[in-house]
């Protein structure tokens, strides 16, 4: 079974993405407030959140038109790319919740977090640019101030 490619990016930026920004809003607003301030995964996940975010928006701006059609990929490949995000996303929510349940010190967590992003987050990357290669395509937007004639 072969899946269109742009589908496939298309279902995992919309993941990735609103995870990432629901997870950013819980860490500033709610759970670092709520405990000491020593602890860094708001920190370590804000700039993480801002480059996916960028990334994922530039490639649908880049590849409005591929949508409707163009590369396929095999259901393999989507099975693969879940393999990695899944694990990769609920780890960096079950972090914070274990500490919030008093199972990891400030240093366990912060700890588990860096190394979470580091080691699991490099695989991650690996597939996240695959599925969000860009076509090179982006097409500058006019100035404001250019007249019109």
Known sequence: MMINRAK???FWGFIILIFHICLSAYLWLVF????????AIA?????????????IVKYFIDNQASVAGGQMVSIAYFAFTAIIIVPFLFGLAFLPYHYSQG?????????SYVFLEASIGALFILVFNDLFKSSGTTKP???PHTKKR
Do not use: G, H, Q, W
């Open 43 to 55: 920190e370590i996940s804000t700039p993480l959140t801002v480059t996916y975010a960028v990334t």
């Open 8 to 10: 496939v990016s298309l």
């Open 32 to 39: 670092s407030p709520a405990f000491d301030s020593s602890i």
């Open 103 to 111: 199972e990891l010190s400030i240093d366990a967590l912060n700890r």
């Open 141 to 143: 937007y006019p100035s």
